[in-house]
């Protein structure tokens, strides 16, 4: 089934040691986005792919990169993680053109400890 | 700020009885979508309407949307338990960057077997 894969599903970092996410999808979408959601709160975005064109938000910190080698593979990379970076992080894609008129199909989320 | 909010922050109901959920918004829009979250995973989508409809069905879901107003509501008809999770609202729109989806924060949902 095409669908939007993300792994780890859990991982516990330490402080300050640089971590990557991974998120693979089978959809073709053009569209790779990535949120932080913390407990209780909504997802909030940090930046997409529009094909190779990165799109940073303008409140995301320095601290989180992307990479998106590829169609299929989207990557986080979180360089010095705090503990206040502990979250869930989602991935998610879409196939507009039109970034964020479209639906947006998830990943389950790799949910990030900061020990 | 935040763009789409909703109320209630959470809801219980028993089965069998309707859950409405709302969400308002402040700018305008292209078009808002509802997602369902169950604990600890990923987003689901459920339906989309756009800002020229009023209404949208989709089997136990009822969707209408006020652009007056700038304000949803998302309906669940003769709850379950497995409907038991958050609903976020989702609103698109076209601002200084480009196009935007911001998320609510969601209605925490519990129907009660």
């Known amino acids: 089934d095409a669908m939007v894969i993300q792994n780890p599903r859990y991982q516990v970092t330490q402080f300050g040691k640089p971590v990557t996410l991974s998120c693979s999808q089978t959809l073709n979408h053009n569209v790779m986005y990535w949120y932080q959601q913390k407990s209780s709160q909504a997802p909030k975005l940090l930046f997409h792919y529009y094909d190779k064109d990165f799109n940073n938000e303008a409140d995301t910190p320095d601290n989180f990169q992307s990479r998106r080698p590829n169609t299929s593979f989207c990557f986080l990379d979180i360089r010095s993680p705090g503990l206040g970076d502990a979250a869930m992080y989602l991935c998610?894609?879409?196939?507009?053109?039109?970034?964020?008129?479209?639906?947006?199909?998830f990943g389950p989320g790799t949910r990030l400890t900061v020990l | 700020s935040q763009q789409g909010e909703e109320d209630p922050q959470a809801l219980s109901i028993q089965e069998g009885e309707n859950a409405t959920m709302n969400c308002s918004y402040k700018?305008?829009?292209?078009?808002l979508q509802w997602y369902r979250q169950n604990s600890g995973r990923g987003l689901v989508h459920l339906i989309l309407i756009r800002s020229n409809e009023r209404e949208k069905h989709s089997g136990r879901l009822r969707v209408t949307l006020d652009t007056s107003k700038k304000s949803s509501s998302l309906l669940i008809t003769a709850s379950r338990a497995a409907d038991t999770a958050s609903y976020f609202c989702a609103t698109d729109s076209t601002g200084d960057g480009g196009f935007k989806t911001i998320f609510g924060a969601g209605t925490r949902l519990f129907v009660k077997a």
């Open positions: 700018t305008s829009i292209n078009n």
């Open positions: 998610a894609t879409s196939r507009s053109p039109a970034v964020g008129t479209d639906t947006q199909y």
